[in-house]
């Protein structure tokens, strides 16, 4: 039977803008000066995970305890050196392909949504200039559970009106294919086949990807 689709979620950094690389030099400059070890495969653990835990899991690595303040200061410091690579961002950064589907599916009527963890996500859009192509917008500041909690998506269809079984949610993370998953919703992951193994299936990029691939993919 045709898999009958109600609405799509698209999470941000990883999905449509490539924003992990500016997290990682951040968060890289940061554990450096708490003499903290941090390579790749530390950022991988951290795509789609909250700011605070995304510092949790560096101070945990290099057994550090730090107060309060101090943990919202680093918090502050990692986000200003963010900041200043996502305030260039230009729309030429959108990863190919991301666009045009967006448009095939809202021209299909169906639902669309941005699903991130985010607070940044809402100058991330306006930098890229697609705010306006989301029916309703879900992230960091509007959730109070990081993924792998289903929160932000279920927050998302709920917006749009739609059945999580009836609506596809594309990630980059583990941590966010697991939240989908946990919220019922089938997930397309956007990038490794090994590292989003419980994905329903995986997808290069959205160049050339169309509503119909989707489906037939799920069906
Ligand atoms: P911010 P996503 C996530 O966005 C990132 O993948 C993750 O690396 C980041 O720590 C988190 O947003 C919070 O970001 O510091 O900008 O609030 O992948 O869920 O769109
Ligand atoms: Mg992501």
């Known amino acids: 039977m045709a898999f009958e689709l109600q609405a799509c979620l698209f999470d941000l950094d990883g999905v449509i803008v490539d924003t992990a690389k500016y997290h990682f030099t951040a968060w890289q400059r940061l554990a450096e000066e708490l003499g903290v070890p941090f390579d790749h495969a530390d950022n991988e653990q951290l795509k789609g995970v909250s700011r605070v ?20 200061r680093l ?8 900041l200043a690579q996502v305030e260039a961002m230009q729309p030429d950064e959108l990863f190919p392909g991301v666009v045009a589907f967006i448009d095939e599916l809202r021209a299909a009527g169906v639902g669309v949504a941005l699903g991130s963890s985010s607070k940044n996500a809402p100058l991330i859009l306006d930098r890229c200039r697609i705010a306006d192509r989301f029916d309703a917008i879900i992230d960091g500041n509007s959730i109070t559970f990081s993924k ?24 980059d993370a583990v941590s966010g294919v697991q939240a989908a998953l946990n919220g019922g919703f089938r997930v397309v992951g956007i990038g490794d086949a090994e590292t989003l193994s419980q994905a329903d299936f995986i997808l290069d990029g959205f160049d050339g990807f169309t509503m119909e691939g989707l489906v037939d993919r799920l069906s």
Do not use: C, H, Q
């Open 53 to 72: 835990d995304s510092l949790e899991y560096i101070l945990r690595k290099g057994s550090l305890e730090l107060d309060n303040d101090t943990k919202v």
């Open 75 to 82: 918090m502050d410091r990692k986000n200003d050196w963010y």
């Open 148 to 171: 792998p909690d289903p929160e932000v998506f279920l927050k998302g269809a709920d917006a749009l009106g739609s059945e999580p079984d009836r609506t596809v949610v594309f990630e």
